[in-house]
């Protein structure tokens, strides 16, 4: 009998516990939410209560939560999932790092606990779907025990035994994202200054080989409608990047696109607040063009 634990439901975690509900023994689940772990209940899931109650019920726990520290606390600290009895495997879902992933696997193997790195890609929609990217770290027999679980969430991919190498995979990915997010930004205010209808302009580039993840999925969902909603918060962007940039610093690796991503994302905090969507950086390179970011669609 698997009986496996989920600790962090929010707009990531939600949508992939929901995909295990129905595939496993019992899922037991545990946000700082009431109402994360209500609506989660409400769906089938029992409420742990603790992340400790988790570690204590739990043969294998998922953690989807927004920064490396909270990860940290909620598996490591007092109270946390690894002071609990039962748990077998920790799987970390977040994008926390690879230096937390390293962490986690020395603090965990030293209770005899599994630690799998495994960040996904694809969003709210993907998490939703049970499509996302999931890139994984760390020893192949316990990864070969929650790859069926992965795969109700979607597409496992396995980076090696080296704890970190999913977290490693996965800030590359982000660097790509948000560098499209960058140059799509300073490309369409070009053309929309010399006067091209943006939404002729994306079409064309969808055509041309100006392709990528922001003129396909950005732009037609949050960027043309001018809703800047994509589902991915900014603040959240910034610490990838930021994660992405220490670890390429700590290995000799120049990444001047990544510095240009970062300095877009603090001003789109600056700008707009903390709650800002990461699609939010047109905006700050339209008002740097001189263009009114709060004209309609
Ligand atoms: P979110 O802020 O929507 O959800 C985080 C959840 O964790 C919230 O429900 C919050 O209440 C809960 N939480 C915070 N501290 C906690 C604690 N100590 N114990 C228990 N629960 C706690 O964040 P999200 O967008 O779901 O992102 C989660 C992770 O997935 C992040 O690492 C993010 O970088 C990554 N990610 C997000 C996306 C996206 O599109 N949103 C895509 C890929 C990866």
Known sequence: MSIVGFIGLGRMGANMAANLIGHVDQLLVHDVSPDAVAAMVAQGAQAAGSAKALGD???????SLPTPP???EAILGPGGVAEGSRVKIVCDLSTSGPRLAQ?????????GIASI???VSGGIKGAKDGTLAIMAGGPQAEYDQVLP????????FYMGETPGAGQVMKLVNNLLGAVAIGVTSEGMAMGIKAGLDPARMIEVLNSGTGINSATRDKWPRSVLPRTFDFGFAA???LKDTNLLLDEAEAMGVPLQLGQVVRSYLERVLA?????????AMAKVVESDAGLDPERGA
């Open 235 to 237: 603040a959240l962007s």
């Open 149 to 156: 679980l992965l795969q109700r969430m979607g597409k496992p």
């Open 271 to 279: 700008d707009y607040g903390p709650d800002a969507d990461f699609t």
């Open 70 to 72: 909270i990860v940290r």
């Open 57 to 63: 019920e739990c043969d294998i726990v998922f953690a």
């Open 103 to 111: 962490d986690l696997h020395a603090a965990l193997s030293a209770r």
């Open 117 to 119: 790195d495994a960040p």
